[in-house]
């Protein structure tokens, strides 16, 4: 697995473990040569590959080189020295919109690739949150701020397909491809219903929307899922522990 350390890529490796399986990392530096890869995967045994690796997709990942360079260079090494193994490609939903970034385009370029390797899928991860998840994302953040009192900045009409993590786990293994809810909330409604489980006030201002962000962010058929209440109240319950 790529991207092992990862929030979603933690969960499945857990998840993974849990099943009976063993999971073994690979380390970004690894992918930078085929051949070398080629002979680690004989040597662990690998039958099966998750590529969650990916670079461009926090606010902080500025560099449009490293971007290319994991996206696309790491993912065909990756690729090319599966063999016949069965290879789960993570790309983004962010794929589907018609507003692209660098990001978008470096992870479609991937599903392109994959195009010539028929033992390579392509999963379309949607909004996945829950424990776990980095802190600077907008849902840790608007718990820490309503614990704390912090003033945060909300995009209050920004649009996203909220899925929590297990949900997506559950999906992925049963063999869903484009994993989301089908139901879209925006994020002053996931605010609102954090307000009511933790009694209190959010303290924020109002911010201004991505360029990418619209309101048809949202997977185009739903699978089986926790409501939105329910898998905030695990969240926030996690949160404060």
């Known amino acids: 697995m ?11 490796s857990r998840r993974l473990v849990a099943d009976g399986h063993t999971v073994h990392p690979i380390k970004r530096h690894q992918m930078g040569s085929v051949e070398s890869l080629k002979e680690w995967l004989e040597e662990q045994g690998v039958n099966e590959i998750f590529h969650l ?15 290319l360079r994991v996206n696309v260079l790491f993912t065909l090494n990756l690729f090319k020295a599966s063999g016949s193994r069965k290879v789960y490609n993570f790309s983004t939903s962010s794929v589907t919109l018609p507003t692209r970034t660098l990001y978008s385009i470096s992870k479609m370029t991937g599903e392109w690739l994959s195009s010539l390797f028929p033992n390579v899928t392509n999963i379309r991860p949607y909004s996945v949150y829950g424990p ?9 953040t608007v718990c820490r701020c309503l614990k704390s009192g912090e003033r945060m900045t909300l995009d209050e009409s920004a649009t996203h397909d909220w899925i929590f993590v297990s949900d997506f786990i559950d999906a992925l293994l049963n063999g869903h491809t484009d994993i989301g809810t089908g139901e879209k909330r925006n994020n002053l409604q996931i605010v609102q219903v954090l307000e009511e489980i933790s009694g209190k006030k ?16 949202v997977c185009p058929s739903g699978v089986d899922h926790m409501s939105i209440e329910e898998g905030l109240l695990k969240t926030w319950n996690w949160y404060n522990k």
Do not use: C, M, V
């Open 53 to 67: 690796a990916a670079y461009g997709n926090h606010a902080n990942q500025t560099d449009q080189k490293e971007t």
């Open 2 to 12: 790529t991207g092992s350390s990862g929030f979603i890529g933690s969960a499945l």
């Open 132 to 140: 776990g998840e980095a802190s600077h994302r907008f849902i840790p």
């Open 202 to 217: 959010l303290n924020y201002a109002p911010g201004s929307l991505r360029a990418y962000d619209n309101s048809n962010w």
